[in-house]
């Protein structure tokens, strides 16, 4: 990943669980004075839930069968898949000191979400529009994340984009971003607890909130993503480095 001014950039791969771990102590403990932006690559598959969501949406004996792991992670929202295909997953951390820093939650992430519009436009996916109001739920957003749309999030042509959750801490701020590189609700459905007519109509319904921008654009956009933070700033100095984390498993 390039280096980019006043963002210091890393590339973790591992384990989901892990990559989650990880997360969390950017914003636990010791939290960093200085930005931050790291971008996870897992190596596995895996259902994350939100921080608040119950354990029981999920269907354990199911994600057995499909080989698929299940974790938590500390920032909000609800079920989305995790994997090397699925998305690209980008954590950004603002201290409470920094001029991005705000204290309203629901604006909080609308500079973030003009950064990946922008990155998106130049990346040759036009039509990205950033949602500026309050948060839409939906019959199925309590279940599954790309169900709903939140301040900050993008869409292209009417669909969901991109997800951003956040944990924030009086230090400072963690945003977790993922873009859709492939949207298949029918996966995330089929280890949920529901029923078989649930699981159907929840096909049905989810079948058009949401679409993938493909692997291409994908790589393209966060490419453009991090060089549009370096525009931003370019007096603070950035570093890129890459390593495997460890599985604790």
Do not use: Y
Not at 107 to 135: F, H, I, K, T, Y
């Amino acid at each position: 990943m390039i280096a980019t001014p006043g963002w210091p950039v890393a590339t973790l791969r591992g384990r989901v669980a892990d990559l989650q771990a990880s997360s969390e102590s950017l914003v636990s403990g010791l939290v960093p004075s200085a930005r931050a932006v790291r971008v996870m690559e897992p190596v596995n598959r895996c259902v994350v839930i939100g921080s608040t969501q119950s354990d029981v949406v999920l269907d354990r004996s199911r994600l057995a069968a499909a080989g698929i792991q299940a974790a938590r992670r500390r920032s909000g929202g609800s079920a989305v898949m995790v994997g090397p295909c699925d998305l690209v997953w980008v954590d950004v951390v603002v201290p409470a000191v920094d001029p991005l820093w705000l204290a309203d939650v629901g604006r909080a992430g609308w500079w973030l979400g003009d950064q990946w519009a922008n990155a998106l436009a130049a990346s040759g996916c036009p039509g990205a529009q950033v949602w500026r109001g309050s948060l839409v739920r939906t019959a199925w957003s309590d279940r599954v994340c790309f169900a709903g749309l939140g301040p900050g999030e993008v869409t292209v042509r009417g669909r969901k984009v991109l997800g951003v959750s956040q944990r924030r801490t009086r230090a400072g701020a963690l945003f977790q971003c993922a873009l859709l590189v492939e949207w298949a609700p029918a996966e995330l459905l089929d280890v949920l607890h529901l029923d078989e007519e649930d699981r159907a109509q929840g096909g049905r319904d989810l079948a058009g909130v949401a679409a993938g921008v493909g692997a291409e654009g994908a790589a393209a956009a966060l490419e453009a993503f991090i060089a549009g933070l370096g525009r931003q700033d370019r007096d603070r100095a950035g570093s890129s480095r890459v390593r495997d984390l460890p599985s604790t498993r």
